[in-house]
């Protein structure tokens, strides 16, 4: 059964890593919801994908209070996935001027996910392996993957594998039934992002994808029931 995952919430109807879009997905027929998670300057975790905010500050030099109460804590978004798997993305990047080498935003990302229990709920992903593979050291009861490209020039899947993750998440133009044989051989599962195309969801389902990470959930349902 492939599942449907909800990027950043239904980011379609709503807007992205907002309450509304996590509470949104739920309604849309989603099996789970992704977000992204920031570390601001006070050691908040904030659901926020880009680095740099609309008014150009950087949100690590920022604390909570500085910060759009709109823009939800990672408990207000856990909060509003009740019910439903979380992809945890740790936006934690060498190429970004925020990236921290000590992991501290894992070991927060931990301290609140171990604090709801139920460790098989939770995905944690990263595109930096060293993220992921700090997080797997420190909680190996939660899950993790890898986020990648293109998992064939990296050889992403030995890669994963070979560092103990649970799951590979390929960006969808690489991703064909070769990619998702070799990683179920490798024991991987296999989401996918970010794809809203009916035909193309069910032609990945076809290729035995694990989830598929939408923006519209309610077309993936609708392709992957119909």
């Known amino acids: 059964m492939t599942l449907v995952i909800a990027h950043r919430g239904a980011s379609a109807a709503y807007p992205e890593n907002t309450v ?21 300057a006070d050691g908040a975790l904030v659901v926020l994908h880009d680095e740099v905010l609309a008014d150009g500050r950087r949100l690590h030099t920022l604390t909570r209070a500085e910060i759009d109460p709109a823009v939800p804590s990672l408990a207000e978004a856990l909060d509003a996935c009740e019910g439903m798997a979380v992809n945890v993305e740790i936006k934690n990047l060498p190429t970004e001027e925020a990236y921290d080498p000590t992991m501290a935003v894992v070991a927060d990302v931990v301290d609140e996910l ?42 992403a899947v030995e890669v994963a594998a070979a560092h103990g993750h649970r799951a590979l ?49 309610d077309v993936a349902r609708a392709a992957l029931d119909g």
């Open 20 to 40: 509304a879009a996590f509470a949104g997905a739920r309604a849309l027929g989603a099996d789970g919801v992704e977000l992204d998670v920031r570390r601001a």
């Open 169 to 217: 998440h390929p960006w969808v133009p690489f991703v064909d039934e070769a990619l998702v044989e070799h990683a179920h051989a490798a024991g991987l599962v296999v989401n996918t992002w970010t794809i809203d195309d009916p035909v193309r969801i069910a032609e990945l389902a076809a290729f035995g994808v694990d989830g598929v990470v939408t923006n519209a959930p």
């Open 114 to 155: 171990r604090r709801r229990g139920d460790p098989e709920r939770w995905l944690v992903s990263c595109f930096d392996l060293a993220t992921v593979d700090a997080c797997l050291e420190l909680a190996p009861e939660i899950p993790t993957a890898f986020l990648v490209l293109d998992p064939k020039g990296a050889e």
